[in-house]
């Protein structure tokens, strides 16, 4: 469920905001030139500035930033600035800023970054309404940098084993400053990389309520135009290694052995223990690759369960098994496949599986095993809906869909509802496809029962050569690339009448499901799910010789040529049925008419019937008013005179 009450709402802004004070805390080591956006994006923030202080730690810098924040902290009361002599890292900064902090939440912004405006509003919401110890909110990458997890679903409440917020340990969240000081939450000091992961892993299995806000982006993950960021600076990786098999071993006496520590190991062998083993380990002489990869091993070694290296690409996979194996000029061979060289696609093998072109795979003087190689668990359905539109009663899909590394031979269309699934073919070539369902047949030559159907695609490559007559399918749940409040969407999802054969017609209506927003069409014989008729509006007007006259006008999808429109008087217990007239105009729109000289006396309802064979609905008419919204029902007042000789006039 979603955290907040209205994602789409604008924040209040100004000291009005009912809010908690936030300290952010901003380390600063020669960023001089990123500081206006990365100050003025706190000053900027909607929360109001009497909410927040800002906490500015001078770390050493030789390049003006100390002078400039100085001049700035005359201007605004709400910033102070400390000073220090440079430390080698982020971690002493923020520890000097958590020191002076006096807010009920702490954030921490790298002075390289900034915040989207509302994003303190939003964090320190969710964290009042859930409780929250932590909140994350959405990252994005910028200038080259990515992000290290796209946070795409708000949630109150998550867990380190069942959500990815564990692939980011990194500072920049919102914490709850008493949180912090009841456990003595602490950067460590002196490091250029992975300072924040003791801060961030106490963190998050210490929390009682971790929340992510993803409704909108909140922190912007800038690259550096010279390159400098942390993550790319040289460093000792024997000496980093050691580091962080002390971390590790915290996480280990934390979470027993088992499925749970795995998760967490997953993530720090892609982002600690084999991260090194690039570029940074080919630019070593012999001497120094082995020193690294004596670092290494006994990590591998303690933490590398099968469950994990299963986890695993091939290419970390690799990596991993030739440290814990001894096998340094593999591993060397494997680290300069990716990057000095493009290892060979990957290839669909006689056996079914799909394998890695690294260096050894089947080399009968190398003990590499197939399962380093393995990578059909990852063979993954990229695909895009890219329209989807209605024509004659037949639903048209078009798209691209290719399996990763095979791209793809055959590709079909599936129709699922309740352990039930309809294949409907697909034109495909080159990558694209498309596709047409017709409701009448899409039931295997039979009309598609009521009901909600999902819709996935399937794509299946073949083997070559040795792998001739093998092959390998994957299928993917169809979303709609459009917005969903795409204008140019609202023909498709509309709701519309659309014919079944011996069936007969039926409602049907394309829609998003939540919160992924696969595509799926909902049919229904009684059109009660999903009304026609929503821009249905009408009008009663009096004329000179005395009659009423009604008018409606409606767009109607799919409405068949023979059907009939008629207008309908309803009260409490009768119905009276006008004789309607009918215009039907482009874009299947419809006027419908009827003039009445008199009937029963009363206020009544106006609806419209729609018949199309055993198809019979009826639809509530609003009143036209500007500005209504379409909520108020048309009625139609009839003056009292005799009641039989007004129904009697009426029914002519």
Not at 77 to 88: C, D, I
Not at 442 to 451: E, K, R
Request: charged share 25%.
């Amino acid at each position: 469920m979603p955290v907040p009450d209205d994602p789409a709402a604008t924040a209040p802004a100004g000291p009005d905001a009912p809010a908690p004070t936030v300290s952010v805390i901003v380390p600063v080591h020669n960023t001089r030139r990123y500081l206006d956006r990365c100050l003025g994006s706190v000053f900027a923030q909607t929360l109001g500035r009497r909410h927040i202080e800002v906490i500015a730690v001078d770390d050493g810098s030789t390049d003006g930033s100390a002078e400039w924040l100085a001049e700035q902290a005359r201007r605004n009361p709400r910033l102070t600035v400390l000073h220090q002599e440079a430390s080698g890292g982020a971690g002493k900064p923020r520890n000097a800023g958590l020191a002076r902090a006096t807010g009920d939440y702490v954030f921490f912004l790298d002075s390289d970054d900034r915040l989207d405006p509302q994003a303190l509003f939003w964090l320190t919401r969710t964290a009042q309404k859930c409780g929250s110890d932590i909140v994350y909110g959405r990252i994005v990458g910028a200038d080259g940098r990515a992000a290290p997890v796209d946070l795409r679903t708000t949630s109150e409440r998550v867990s380190v084993f069942d959500s990815p917020v564990y692939w980011s340990l990194a500072a920049y969240k919102l914490f709850r400053r008493s949180f912090v000081e009841r456990h003595r939450l602490r950067f460590a000091e002196g490091r250029l990389l992975a300072e924040d992961l003791p801060f961030g892993i106490t963190a998050l299995l210490r929390a009682d309520v971790v929340s992510v806000f993803a409704e909108r982006t909140c922190y912007y993950l800038h690259g550096r135009e010279d390159h400098s960021n942390a993550s790319r600076q040289d460093t000792d990786w024997c000496d980093y290694l050691r580091y962080i098999a002390t971390v590790l071993d915290e996480v280990a006496a934390a979470v027993p052995p088992g499925a749970n520590r795995d998760k967490l190991m997953v993530r720090h062998f892609h982002g600690e223990i084999l991260m090194p083993f690039g570029a940074p380990f080919l630019a070593r002489d012999p001497a120094g690759r082995t020193a690294m990869a004596d670092a290494a091993r006994p990590l591998v070694e303690r933490y590398l369960t099968d469950r994990v290296a299963a986890a695993l690409p091939p290419r970390l996979r690799l990596r991993a098994h030739c440290l814990r194996a001894g096998l340094d000029d593999q591993l060397t061979a494997v680290v300069r496949a990716d990057t000095e060289h493009h290892p060979d696609p990957p290839r669909l093998d006689s056996d079914g599986r799909v394998y890695a072109a690294y260096p050894y795979f089947r080399d009968p003087h190398r003990a590499l095993p197939d399962t380093c190689y393995d990578l059909t668990d990852r063979v993954v359905l990229r695909q895009r809906l890219t329209r989807q539109h209605w024509a004659g009663g037949v639903l048209h899909l078009r798209g691209t869909a290719a399996l990763r590394w095979l791209g793809g031979d055959t590709a079909e269309i599936l129709l699922r509802r309740d352990g039930t699934t309809h294949r409907v073919p697909a034109r495909y070539a080159d990558g694209a496809w498309q596709a047409a369902v017709d409701p009448a047949t899409a039931a295997d030559g039979g009309p598609l029962t009521d009901g909600v159907w999902g819709f996935k695609i399937a794509v299946t490559a073949h083997g070559t050569g040795a792998a001739a007559g093998q092959t390998l399918r994957r299928e993917a749940w169809l979303v709609p690339e459009s917005a969903p409040d795409d204008p140019g969407e609202a023909g498709a999802f509309a709701p519309r009448l659309t014919g079944r054969g011996p069936a007969g017609p039926a409602v049907a209506a394309l829609f998003r499901s939540r919160p992924h927003g696969h595509l799926h069409l909902d049919l229904d014989r009684h059109g009660a799910r999903r009304p026609l008729g929503d821009d249905l509006r009408g009008t009663a007007d009096r004329i000179r010789s005395g009659r009423a006259a009604l008018a409606a006008r409606l767009t109607l999808p799919g409405c068949p040529v023979d059907a009939e429109l008629r207008l309908l008087l309803h009260d409490g217990t009768r119905t009276v049925a006008l004789r309607t007239t009918v215009e039907r105009a482009a874009g299947d729109r419809y006027t419908v008419r009827a003039l009445l000289r008199g009937g029963p006396p009363g206020t009544w309802r106006v609806a419209l019937r729609v018949t199309a064979g055993p198809f019979r609905r009826e639809l509530p008419v609003r009143a036209a008013h500007p500005g209504d919204g379409g909520r108020t029902p048309l009625t139609l007042t009839v003056p009292g005179r005799s009641p039989a000789d007004l129904l009697r006039r009426a029914r002519r």
